[in-house]
Every structure is written in C-alpha cells, then in structure tokens.
Nanobody, 124 residues
C-alpha cells in the first residue's frame, strides 16, 4: 500500500485559487493511478479528478472540468490538484487516493490507499 498525506486546504473566498498536494510514500506510487475525491456534508464521496500512472489518461468530473487541474510528479512521489475559480459548492473534505490500477478510474472501490483528508471551505 501507499501512505498518503494531503496538504494545502484552507478557507478562501469565491473566485480564489488553492493548490492541494498529496505526498506519497511506498514503492508502488509510480505504478498507481491517483485521484482526488471530495465529500461534502450530507453527500457521498465523489471522484473529481484522476490521473493514470504515466499521466497519459486523466479524468475530471463535470463539476470541476475547466477549473481544476490534476498533475503528478513521480520523481517526488506527489500528486497535486490546482483549483481555480473556486465556488461555495466546492466546500468539502478533499481526499487523495491511490489505486490498485495503473489507469485512471473513478470508482472509490478501485482505490486501496487514502489520505486523512484536508478541508476546503469556500465562502461566497
């Protein structure tokens, strides 16, 4: 398994930007697809962005497409989520996850390692 630690969350105003980082330890990082999920109060956890092991395939949910960018640096064992033009509905706990698979996918069941989560709050 991969151990994951997120950072970069915080409180911002609508229209601002934030960059989340996820530091991974473990020898399987470079062979794992990575993803960012989020969970808002009273809602199910959803995959908002995923990236394959080589970054050749990337997925975005419709809710963040065009505003968020996922990237990874395999040399640094890290994955990032650049968030722009944040909206109040982006308020959630954001989780980094590592997959069993190499190709990006959106099913939470396909991810076997999770970070502790970082809170993002966007005020209007």
């Amino acid at each position: 398994q991969v151990q994951l630690v997120e950072s970069g969350g915080g409180w911002v105003q609508a229209g601002d930007s934030l960059r989340l980082s996820c530091a991974a330890s473990g020898h399987t990082f470079n062979n794992s697809a990575m993803a960012w999920f989020r969970q808002a109060p009273g809602k199910e956890r959803e995959c908002i962005a995923a990236i394959g092991w080589s970054a050749a395939n990337i997925y975005y949910s419709d809710s963040v497409k065009g505003r968020f960018t996922i990237s990874r640096d395999n040399a640094k064992n890290s994955v990032y989520l650049q968030m722009r033009n944040l909206k109040p509905e982006d308020t959630a706990v954001y989780y980094c996850a590592a997959s069993y698979y190499r190709r990006a996918n959106i099913r939470a069941d396909d991810y076997n390692s999770w970070g502790q989560g970082t809170q993002v709050t966007v005020s209007s």
